[in-house]
């Protein structure tokens, strides 16, 4: 059945399956041989909507999903997705019992979790992947630990460790020297591992921007998030694949002001010249950063507007003025393409500061996620399970 749009909010993002299969498939294309995809879908596939995405994933393609969380991970397994699954972690003790049950690969990121697993792995299997700090500093078995770390190992002998990572901190910087010294790191600390006896043959380190930049060991596996996003991963790249995501709204209010009119919170902005501004159905709340008050732009007819005043919890105000006939119910495009015009993640995160990554994972709960491929539509939106009629009891 096809979703009723008309009576749903009209603020809504757009996700085009067709795209992330493309862009799913054009990574695992450019892979060096022996070498497979891990797709990132952590954080509801930074807002794409991960259970959804995950179905899409073929497994001729994605050898692997991982997440940040073992709830994340449970989602994708109650959801019936079958494909092998990896938490990035850290996970606290007390999942690591739902996490072995469900068949979910554990990313170990330090000594302490590795006691934790070891402890568990007493009395049943678990399988994890160990990661190595090789210059992140943040998560991951240092050169340091490693001594205590075989050693827990050897006294574990149910804790079956599937693979060896690590992170790059500087990657999306091809002039950046660090990744290779982060590479060199991690070969070391994997011949160290291999002479004590720990030899898993799968090794992971590439995120997007390493394997858009091809630094991958041929055999090796990659975790990749943004670029199957269509979000640029490199600092000065031309790598990009396609944006999945069309954020839209429309136009709700039109209004004609005389110049010199306050408009929004704090009066900001006043208008200068006889103005025509629009009110949009959507906000701070929604994802739309209180950041872009005015400084950010939207589509309107195919044409940029400013964004004028501060943005408001549920509402923002474009000044309209120069868009010739403007009408309520004009479609508004807030991230994505309209006509010729197109704002991406990557102009909005420099208006306010920020990358791609956390434009994408803003877009709040509160927008429903409309799903398009070929010509299926659906939509998932927090609301679906509330049906407005038991509220006005009109079926009664
Ligand atoms: C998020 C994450 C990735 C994916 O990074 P992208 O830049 O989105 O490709 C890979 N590995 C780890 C450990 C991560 O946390």
């Known amino acids: 059945m096809a979703p009723d749009l008309e009576s749903m909010r009209p603020t809504w993002a757009e996700i085009d ?21 891990i797709a990132v879908l952590k954080a509801d596939a930074y807002g794409h909507g991960a259970v959804e995405l995950a179905r899409h994933c073929r497994p001729e393609l994605v050898a692997m999903i991982a997440t940040s969380l073992l709830e994340e991970a449970l989602e994708l397994r109650h959801a019936g997705i079958e494909l092998p699954l990896l938490i990035l972690g850290p996970i606290p003790a007390e999942q ?13 990121v330090g000594p302490e979790e590795l006691a934790d697993v070891a402890a568990f792995a007493k009395t049943r299997d678990v399988t994890v992947h160990l990661k190595l700090d090789s210059g992140m500093g943040r998560m991951g078995i240092t050169e340091g630990d490693l001594s205590a770390a075989v050693d827990m190992l050897r006294a574990a002998p149910r804790v079956r460790v599937a693979g060896i990572y690590t992170h790059f901190a ?5 002039s950046d020297p660090h990744t290779d010294a982060q ?23 590439a995120n997007s921007a390493a394997t858009m ?10 975790r990749v998030g943004i670029s199957l996003y269509g979000g640029e991963p490199l600092v000065d790249g031309h790598s990009r694949l ?12 039109l209004k004609t002001l005389p110049a010199g009119s306050p408009v929004g ?9 006889p103005s025509m501004i629009a009110t949009l159905p959507v906000g701070y709340a929604d994802g739309y950063n209180r950041g872009l008050s005015n400084r950010g732009e939207a589509l309107v007819r195919g044409r940029r507007a400013p964004v004028v005043g501060r943005v408001s ?5 474009l000044d309209v003025t120069d868009i010739h006939d403007v009408a309520v119910g004009d479609e508004v495009v807030l991230l994505g393409s309209q006509g010729p015009e197109t704002i991406s993640a990557e102009e909005i995160a420099e208006r306010i500061g920020t990358i791609s990554y956390e434009v994408f994972c803003a877009v709040s709960a509160r927008v429903p996620r409309v799903y398009r491929s070929g010509r299926d539509v659906f939509v998932r939106s927090r609301f679906d399970r509330y049906d407005a009629r038991l509220v006005t009891g009109s079926e009664r």
């Open 170 to 174: 500087d990657a999306d910087d091809p």
């Open 213 to 222: 930049r091809h630094v991958v060991t041929p055999g090796d596996w990659v």
């Open 183 to 205: 590479i060199r790191t991690f070969g070391r600390l994997v011949q160290l591992l291999r002479e004590r006896g720990i030899d898993p043959q799968l090794h992971h380190l």
């Open 17 to 37: 399956l067709a795209a992330f299969e493309r862009n799913v498939a054009a990574v695992a294309g450019m892979l060096p041989q022996g070498s497979r995809l």
């Open 265 to 273: 919170y704090g009066s900001t902005f006043r208008t200068t010249r």
């Open 242 to 253: 396609e944006p999945l995501m069309r954020w839209r709204t429309e136009i709700a209010r």
């Open 96 to 108: 690591i019992p739902d996490a072995a049950g469900n068949d979910i690969a554990i990313g170990v």
């Open 313 to 317: 919890m549920d509402l923002v105000t």
